[in-house]
């Protein structure tokens, strides 16, 4: 049973930073594809970023330059690094797996999702 975790969330002023991170297990983390998406109630579940298992990277061009994804396949967990974070960000962000060699960047590509951390910036 693949299971993902994600913890990091919280409250945090306008231009301050967060980092998210997301525990994997029951997945052979090594293999996959893992990415973040956000998801707010008046907007449909965004991409934000996304790394292969070569630790190839996709963001999304609204966090380009400020959020940074990473992993570590030895703790099986991928983290998302928010800096100069802005009210916008405000949203709950998921982990997601799957298998495969792409950066995939809409949320149909993924088969594993994880319960969501909420994030809010305050102005």
């Known amino acids: 049973q693949v299971q993902l975790v994600e913890s990091g969330g919280g409250l945090v002023q306008a231009g301050g930073s967060l980092r998210l991170s997301c525990a994997a297990s029951?997945?052979?983390?090594?293999?996959?594809?893992m990415g973040w998406f956000r998801q707010t109630p008046e907007k449909e579940r965004e991409f934000v970023a996304s790394i292969t298992w070569t630790s190839v990277t996709s963001a999304a061009d609204s966090v380009k330059g400020r959020f940074t994804i990473s992993r570590d396949n030895a703790k099986k967990t991928v983290y998302l690094q928010m800096n100069s974070l802005k009210p916008e960000d405000t949203a709950v962000y998921y982990c997601?797996?799957?298998?495969?060699?792409?950066?995939?960047?809409?949320?149909?590509?993924?088969?594993?999702w994880g319960q969501g951390t909420q994030v809010t910036v305050s102005s």
């Open positions: 997601a797996a799957r298998t495969g060699t792409f950066p995939y960047t809409t949320p149909a590509d993924y088969n594993y």
């Open positions: 029951g997945h052979p983390l090594n293999s996959a594809t």
